[in-house]
């Protein structure tokens, strides 16, 4: 009958489906801190995520031009994970360096399309960073149009002050322009200078500076410093 939602509706059963899983991640995240943490730890965690503020500096690189190949020095090793290896490829020593438990949302990513890259040489790890293609950060950050996001890189204390940082964003951006897209972003905090330097020096141009406050993870407001003004806005996540 019309106006009469069928049962199996799946316009109807949809956002029944979404909430669910939503509450289920919500859930797991909080019981996977208070093992970490403890439970007075977890209520300044929880306290935390009522109101937050947050700052950036936003940088852009174009991948409209050819750019060269990272050169690798001997013995270094650049992986590529995806959907398609993840699970098979994944050690305990790779798992820790990631962070453990704190990665699994990022890996959860990786399985359904981000990409993971990792350097290595011979058995010891010294880098990783990811894309991420589909996250609501880009929003939080001030972008339009969701442009692949690089986040969440790390360089072991070991490999520190060899510019493995800038090549491995390099090697990055190489791989988006490959599979077409023609920009790319990536943020840091605005008190690290070293991240700010290998970012500068791997071609990105900074294009924000982005003062968020985030109100029960979900309501958003900005003020975005650009090169034409200061603008802000309200958005809902």
Known sequence: MEGVAQKNDPHVEQPVVTVAMNLQHITGRIERYRRQHGILGTLGFLASRIVRHQRYLV????????????????????????????????????????????????????????????????????????????????????????PPLIASCLTAPSARGRGLYRRALNAELCYLRSQGYERAVIETDPENVASRKGIEAAGFQLCREANVWIVLNWMVYQKMAESGGVKRRLLFL
């Open 59 to 146: 940088f852009e690189a174009s991948l409209t031009t050819p750019r060269s190949c990272t050169e690798w020095r001997a013995g270094e090793r650049l992986q590529l994970f995806g959907p398609e290896n993840i699970d098979f490829e994944m050690t305990p020593q790779l798992q820790d360096f990631l962070g453990g438990e704190q990665a699994l949302e990022h890996l959860a990513g990786v399985r359904n399309g981000d990409r993971l890259f990792v350097v290595s040489s011979g058995s010891e790890l010294h880098h990783c960073g990811y894309i991420l293609f589909q996250t609501r950060q880009t929003r939080i950050l001030g972008e339009t149009g969701n």
